[in-house]
């Protein structure tokens, strides 16, 4: 089988190339540095010639909330097209647990637009909806703090490691079309200003968590279950304190 990772030299994307390959199968990585670029259009009908599954993991180069829509409106119609031509099976995307319930978050609002046209296209379909990444950990917080302050609102998180990420990328591409879409999260749920209270603690960071209820996370507040997934989720098996320890040690 011939599977296309776009956004295949990415975080996820170069682990999903990387297992798609140990399970001998052939993956191509493909991106702008490779020569394929969805919001052109470039090199994509070479791209999926003879593709069986197209993965999805790619993001776009801007957060302004303009720039976010127009990436994955533009990108996702031209890759569609180029599937539809190609004759590709099974069409998978990655996206975030919880998009619909932020609506006042621009990227979130964009993600949900993304599914809509890969729902609404002919090509099988399945979506994978992640929690937060540990690799992002460090930008949640930077992007909460003010002055000296971290404001977390005390509300349920539940992140995950990238390898878990790719891990259950792979298992859709490699599995049926669900026509739908399955949540994945991480093996622990914290409360969320506590969770980043014990981090910042362990980085030796001189901020400050404060808990508080009206916090944003990326221009929205939060409700309990803004962030994790429902139950009957797949979890996946790397703890935090364990990714973080690897991570710290260069492994």
């Known amino acids: 089988?011939?599977?296309?990772?776009?956004?295949?030299?990415?975080?996820?994307?170069?682990?999903?190339?990387a297992r798609l390959r140990e399970h001998g199968h052939e993956a191509l990585?493909?991106?702008p540095n490779t020569g394929v670029n969805t919001l052109t259009g470039e090199g994509l009908a070479e791209a999926l010639a003879g593709a069986t599954v197209v993965v999805d993991v790619s993001n776009s180069p801007s957060y302004e909330d303009a720039a976010v829509l127009e990436?994955?409106?533009?990108?996702?119609?031209?890759?569609l097209a180029a599937e539809t031509a190609a004759g590709v099976g099974h069409h998978v995307a990655l996206s975030i647990v919880g998009t619909e319930r932020l609506p006042a978050n621009g990227y979130f609002?964009?993600?949900v637009v993304q599914e809509k046209l890969i729902e609404k296209s002919s090509i099988p379909f399945s979506i994978v909806h992640a929690t937060q990444f540990f690799e992002f950990v460090r930008g949640i917080a930077d992007e909460a703090t003010e002055g000296g302050t971290v404001r977390m609102a005390p509300v349920s998180f539940q992140p995950m490691a990238g390898d878990d990420v790719a891990q259950a990328v792979g298992r859709a591409a490699m599995g049926a079309p669900l026509n739908g879409h399955v949540e994945v999260g991480g093996p622990e749920r914290f409360r969320m200003d506590e969770f980043f209270r014990d981090v910042l603690a362990?980085?030796?960071?001189?901020?400050?968590?404060?808990?508080?209820e009206h916090a944003h996370y990326f221009g929205s507040e939060l409700s309990e279950r803004s962030l994790v997934p429902d139950e009957g989720?797949?979890?996946?098996?790397?703890r935090y304190r364990d990714w973080a320890d690897r991570d710290a040690a260069g492994k």
Not at 1 to 17: A, D, N, R, Y
Not at 71 to 79: I, M, P
Not at 202 to 212: E, K, L, N
């Open 109 to 111: 609002r964009a993600k």
């Open 71 to 79: 990436f994955f409106q533009t990108a996702t119609r031209n890759l």
């Open 233 to 238: 989720a797949t979890l996946g098996t790397i």
């Open 29 to 31: 990585a493909a991106a």
């Open 1 to 17: 089988m011939k599977f296309v990772v776009v956004g295949g030299t990415g975080l996820i994307g170069s682990k999903l190339v």
């Open 202 to 212: 362990g980085w030796g960071d001189p901020r400050g968590v404060v808990t508080d």
